[in-house]
């Protein structure tokens, strides 16, 4: 065991905890106002949810004792035999508990990047159990594959760094589903959605920026130079997808948002995410500068041409940034950065590694589809049949009809 690694990944835990409060202010700020206590509220419940689920069975699913590679059992159910000396798997130099900690902010957050795509329509009791239900069906299971003593997806030779397939594919891919089961908003095809509070988007991305260093730069589980590597290409993915969404504002209306740069920051570092140990810093100039505008495209003109509800644009940012940054990681990984990868990427003549990223992406989307419409049949039925919030409470906003509570004082006309 090693004291130094041992205080850097308990920090990282910290930082990735903080992620979930920024997220509640990057999703509140880009809502209409009668909606924002609701839409904080559903990113920042998974705090309760997901603590609670993972020290009292989610880390023994998600790393207990491998069944089929697909996930763990129960031996280590309220955090019971769970070691404070000795490693999750022989090699770390920090012990299970506290790799048990760091897991456990990652837990929290891969649900609230769902509640992004059905804001505004889905009762919160709904949502409440939707979550619950999601946790257990996708994302354990999805841990234990990736990053679980003998899981599948890692026996098969693919790579993910700090949550490419584990958080942002699953989340990203469950979110377009759920949206589309429920239905678009009801003034969908009439009302301008407009954001309603730029400085809170602006200052829940900068939070999350701050608290992804910890989610990348940790996930080396250790302070080392490997983590030092993460940490400068998360920087460098970031930077570069601010500028280059900034760029297609300039190019589609004309004029750089500060939504956009915001919004660029955050699908840079979705994009890196996976390949954050593996890649050369060079490599993360592309991949950041490059995951914008396929995001940007996504957003702008394929939700358009097929009509899907996503509000905001979870699937958009986190799902197809996820599987570009899966697809970039298999390009361009060089085994010399960390040799716990499976070999070279494509760009430096090796072909499997780039195959088994793409047979990873597969799987990653058909378990979050299957799991998704399992947990969408599952809510339905704890719920009454009644998922979705009426027309009459949409109309007037879900803060008050869900919570009895408003964001700020009823102004006419300003919502």
Request: glycine share 14%.
């Amino acid at each position: 065991m090693d004291s130094g690694s041992i205080g850097f990944v308990m920090i990282c835990a910290a930082f990735v905890f903080f992620m979930t409060p920024g997220l509640s202010y990057f999703y509140g700020g880009l809502v209409r106002r009668k909606n924002a206590v609701n839409t904080m509220f559903a990113s920042v419940i998974t705090i309760g949810t997901g603590i609670v689920m993972w020290v009292l069975f989610g880390y023994s699913l998600a790393f207990g004792t491998d069944h089929f590679g697909i996930i763990g059992d129960f031996s280590w159910l309220g955090l019971e035999g769970v070691s404070k000396t000795e490693p999750y798997v022989e090699g770390q130099q920090i012990p299970n508990m506290v790799f048990c900690l760091f897991q456990m902010m990652f837990a929290v957050i891969t649900p609230a990047l769902i509640t992004g795509a059905i804001a505004g329509r889905m009762r919160f009791k709904s949502l409440f159990f939707f979550i619950v239900f999601w946790s257990v069906i996708v994302y354990y299971p999805m841990a234990h594959m990736v990053w679980g003593d003998g899981g599948f997806l890692a026996k098969i030779g693919s790579v993910d760094f700090a949550g490419g397939n584990v958080v942002h594919i699953s989340s990203g891919v469950s979110a377009l589903l759920l949206c589309i089961l429920l239905g678009k908003r009801y003034d969908y095809a009439r009302a301008n959605y407009r954001i309603h509070n730029v400085p809170f988007v602006a200052m829940g991305a900068f939070i999350l920026l701050f608290g992804w260093f910890g989610f990348n730069a940790g996930s080396a589980l250790a302070a080392d130079g490997l983590a030092a590597h993460a940490f400068v290409t998360t920087a460098v993915s970031s930077a570069a997808g601010m500028l280059s969404w900034m760029l297609c504002d300039v190019i589609a209306d004309k004029k750089p948002t500060f939504v956009g740069a915001s919004t660029g920051l955050v699908a840079g570092l979705v994009g890196i995410t996976p390949g954050a140990g593996f890649v050369p810093i060079w490599a993360a100039i592309i991949i950041g500068f490059t995951t914008s505008p396929i995001c940007f495209f996504m957003i702008s003109f394929v939700k358009k041409k097929l009509g899907y509800d996503d509000a905001l644009d979870a699937f958009g940012c986190h799902g197809i940034g996820g599987i570009w940054g899966g697809i970039c990681t298999g390009l361009f990984t060089q085994a010399s950065i960390n040799d716990i990868g499976q070999g070279n990427g494509l760009f430096f003549g090796d072909t499997k590694l780039f195959l088994m990223q793409l047979a990873s992406i597969g799987i990653t989307i058909v378990v979050a589809v299957v799991g998704t419409l399992i947990c969408y049949a599952l809510t339905k039925l704890v719920s009454g049949g009644n998922i979705r919030v009426d027309a009459r409470t949409e109309r007037a906003g879900l803060d008050r009809a869900e919570h009895g509570e408003a964001a700020y004082p009823s102004f006419t006309g300003l919502d």
